[in-house]
């Protein structure tokens, strides 16, 4: 089962915050966050595990509601090395072990 | 330093020939993964292995098939099979699968394109 994200597009001006949404219709073990550039390989930020908790990393942090089977990706004060598309992966609580991706949002952030 | 391996960059393939596209990580990771991207998506999980010699389909296995003979290699064989084979294709692993606990490292991706 996809996780969907939104919104699909943001676009901001350097030093502005954004959010991204991933969503679940089944319980989650754990939400995956990546960012993919251009042309290259999705590059890993951060795991959530079930449980409600929140991590950070640098200015990016990330939360996951276990109620809502949802998880929230923040970038504060956005920088240009911020642009990108970022993709959030789940796995489904007792489910097959493998990550399934969602649709990606791609961030594009002006000087 | 340690990493994963995709060879070719690029690729180019005439339609009903069957191609393999490498993958190599030197990382010591257990699980091996095998995705799919075409423009504008997400990425979408053809096969994936856990061990050294068994590997289980994806979302969008028909048409592909793989090995996993050594921990270090999982190349993936795109059959004529396959109906619209033109995408990227990113090769990952991970230290073990432990329902998603590890993050994933990526190799730069093969471009296949069937001409």
């Known amino acids: 089962q996809q996780p969907v994200q939104s919104p699909q597009a943001v676009i901001l001006r350097e030093g502005e915050d954004a959010v991204i949404n991933c969503s679940s219709s089944?319980?989650?073990?754990?939400v995956h966050w990546y960012r993919q550039k251009h042309g290259e390989a999705p590059v890993f930020l951060m795991i959530?595990?079930?449980?409600?908790e929140q991590k950070g990393h640098e200015k990016i942090s990330a939360s996951f509601n276990e109620k809502k089977q949802q998880s929230s990706l923040y970038l504060t004060a956005s920088q240009l090395s911020y642009s990108g598309t970022y993709f959030c992966?789940?796995?489904?609580?007792?489910?097959?072990?493998?990550?399934?991706f969602g649709q990606g949002t791609r961030l594009t952030i002006n000087p | 330093d340690g990493g994963i391996t995709q060879s070719p960059k690029y690729l180019f393939r005439k339609e009903g020939q069957n191609v393999t596209l490498s993958c190599e990580q030197n990382?010591?990771?257990?699980?091996m993964y095998w995705y799919r991207q075409d423009p504008g998506q997400g990425l979408r999980l053809i096969y994936y292995?856990?061990?050294?010699?068994?590997?289980q389909k994806g979302d969008i296995a028909e048409g592909y098939s793989v090995s996993r003979e050594k921990k270090e290699s999982f190349p993936l064989t795109v059959t004529s099979a396959q109906k619209n084979p033109t995408a990227f294709y990113l090769c990952?692993?991970?230290?073990?699968?432990?329902?998603?606990?590890?993050?994933?490292?990526f190799g730069s991706g093969t471009r296949l394109t069937v001409v």
């Open positions: 990952a692993s991970s230290r073990g699968t432990g329902e998603g606990l590890y993050g994933y490292t």
């Open positions: 959530l595990l079930k449980g409600g």
């Open positions: 990382l010591n990771h257990d699980a």
């Open positions: 089944k319980a989650l073990y754990s």
């Open positions: 292995s856990q061990i050294v010699n068994d590997f």
């Open positions: 992966g789940t796995v489904l609580l007792g489910g097959a072990q493998k990550l399934v």
